[in-house]
């Protein structure tokens, strides 16, 4: 059974931080390009950062500096330790494995997301 659990949500103060974590398992987490996403209210989903199998990464411009994101292909699990947390970065933030083999198919796994509260 796959799973992917995110925890590290909660409310913080604005300049706070905070490290989200994705604990993964029932798949192969090592051959699997791993990404977070966010949805606000009455937002679109948004990509925020990304790590390849390689460990090759991106980061959306709005976090881009504020936050690392890394992976453990021993404890099947990835973070993403955010800082200077803004309020526009209240959301819930989703943990997603995806991979596409070279004859283009695509298998893609989401967690149930962990909600982000920026307020003072």
């Known amino acids: 059974q796959v799973q992917l659990v995110e925890s590290g949500g909660g409310l913080v103060q604005p300049g706070g931080s905070l490290r989200l974590s994705c604990a993964t398992s029932?798949?192969?987490?090592?051959?699997?390009?791993m990404r977070w996403y966010r949805q606000s209210p009455g937002k679109q989903r948004e990509l925020v950062a990304l790590?390849?199998?390689?460990?090759?990464?991106d980061y959306a411009d709005s976090v881009k500096v504020r936050s690392t994101i890394s992976r453990d292909n021993v404890k099947n699990t990835v973070l993403l330790p955010m800082n200077s947390l803004k309020p526009e970065d209240t959301a819930v933030y989703y943990c997603?494995?995806?991979?596409?083999?070279?004859?283009?198919?695509?298998?893609?796994?989401w967690g149930q997301g962990t909600q982000v509260t920026v307020s003072s």
């Open positions: 997603n494995a995806d991979r596409t083999t070279a004859w283009g198919a695509a298998t893609s796994y």
């Open positions: 790590i390849t199998t390689k460990g090759i990464t």
């Open positions: 029932g798949f192969m987490f090592s051959i699997y390009d």
